[in-house]
């Protein structure tokens, strides 16, 4: 190429030359007022042709060097990406195999090369957050938000940092902040709800609920959104504001009739409204209708302390009359004739029990009839079968979703989080045995 140029510069003159040789004319220049020179024609084509070409020159002398400069930047931007990608496989492979002192040293050397490398920041921060090094998992998952504001995995990051710091309000400001970016992050949504449920926000779960259902319309965040409506009713009604309540309870109970937790809560506030018998007809329709025995349970309670034994018995007696084998109902009624001291009454309910040795309580009820009786033999005949004594008379409540235990009644399960879920352990076939008092 070089050869090419020089053989065109020394054609270029010859040919001036030539001509400069048959052309003898000349031109006046004037250089500066009245000075002037006769200069040739021909060394006045020459210079202006070489001021072109140095013109030219002096062009593509700038073009190439900075074509060759970005070259050269691009060649030492892609040896340096291409050192950052090697390191961050490495960090990786050591997060994998569960070495994290590797993959921090790795980390650490890209950021050392590009301070802004948002993956290694996010890394560098997840591996001190499993550590439970809250203050530098904070630091980083921080620096990369300053870089990029609406990065939700640093914003989700913080959120946890922030519960585990037990400063859920905190934690709440920055999943809101990921709901602003993307209002359809279910993921945010969860942990938003898990949050508000910390802090008993029933009312703002009610329509963060709402939300989900609009995005997950499943049975079982259904089922979230009738516990949420329940626990706000129970808190208005605490607070004394029973109207709210009851719309609380109507509202479930409108897409939900065996929702029995809205069904107690409803008679609850009949009660605190000191209208117990409109509780007591109320609980009794519910009964007819549901045939829920934790409704039963409950109304067994109101009508012995109003005095009318014969009204739960007559109610048991037309439950067992529509279900004659229904061993749970004929259990029931033989511990409330025990309650009233009725043992004649009681030992021939449990008689009538088609298959007794499914429900091991009986053997409770009998031998204390036996010891009311003054047959002693008998009596430990029947309480050599069974043990713990303790309460006998208390049948606990059984979780069907999870199978936890407990005597009292709950409207939620403690263990599980699932409403509407217990139900009365007779058979003694729940999963879990611990029972908690």
Not at 173 to 179: A, E, H, N, P, S
Not at 362 to 374: E, H, M, Q, T, V
Request: aromatic share 10%.
């Amino acid at each position: 190429m070089v050869r090419i140029v020089f053989f065109m510069f020394i054609l270029y003159f010859a040919i001036i030359g030539y001509f400069g040789y048959f052309n003898n004319a000349s031109v006046t220049i004037i250089l500066y007022k009245d000075v002037t020179r006769e200069v040739p024609l021909w060394l006045v084509a020459a210079l202006s042709s070489g001021v072109g070409i140095l013109f030219m020159f002096i062009i593509y002398t700038i073009r190439d060097t900075r074509r060759l400069i970005k070259k050269v930047q691009t060649q030492r931007r892609e040896k340096r990406q291409q050192k950052i990608q090697n390191l961050y496989s490495k960090a990786l492979g050591g997060i994998h195999a569960g070495r994290d002192s590797v993959a921090v040293e790795a980390l650490t050397e890209i950021l050392k090369i590009d301070s802004e490398h948002i993956p290694s920041l996010l890394r560098l921060g997840e591996i001190y957050l499993k550590r439970k090094e809250y203050k530098e998992a904070q630091e980083y998952f921080k620096k990369a938000l300053a870089i990029d504001p609406d990065n939700t995995e640093a914003l989700f990051n913080l959120a946890t940092i922030k519960e585990h710091l037990d400063v859920p309000e905190e934690a709440l400001r920055y999943i809101d902040k990921i709901l602003e970016i993307d209002r359809n992050n279910i993921t945010a949504m969860y942990k938003k709800r898990e949050i508000l449920e910390g802090l008993k926000k029933w009312e703002e779960l009610i329509q963060l609920q709402k939300d989900i259902l609009s995005y997950k319309d499943e049975d079982f965040e259904k089922e979230y959104l009738k516990g949420y409506l329940y626990e706000a009713g129970l808190k208005d009604m605490e607070e004394g504001n029973y109207d709210k309540a009851k719309k609380h309870f109507k509202e479930i109970l409108k897409v939900d009739n065996g929702f029995i937790p809205a069904h107690t809560g409803f008679a609850e506030l009949l009660l605190k409204d000191n209208k117990t018998s409109e509780a007591i007809e109320y609980l009794e329709k519910v009964f007819i209708e549901t045939r829920s025995m934790i409704v039963l349970a409950r109304l067994e309670e109101l009508l012995l302390s109003m005095g009318e034994p014969s009204r739960i018995i007559n109610l048991y007696k037309e439950a067992i009359k529509d279900k004659p084998s229904d061993s749970k109902l004929r259990f029931f009624l033989a511990k409330l004739y025990y309650r009233l001291e009725m043992l004649d009454d009681a030992m021939q309910a449990i008689e009538e029990i088609e298959d007794p040795s499914s429900i091991p309580d009986i053997g409770k009820i009998k031998g204390a009839i036996y010891i009311r009786r003054g047959d002693i033999q008998k009596a430990t005949e029947e309480l050599e079968k069974v043990l713990n004594m303790k309460k006998f008379l208390r049948v606990p409540y059984c979780c069907s979703n999870c199978g936890w235990t407990q005597m009292e009644w709950a409207g939620r399960c403690p263990l599980c989080g699932r409403w509407n879920t217990f139900y009365f352990n007779i058979h003694g076939h729940c999963e879990i045995t611990r029972i908690s008092d």
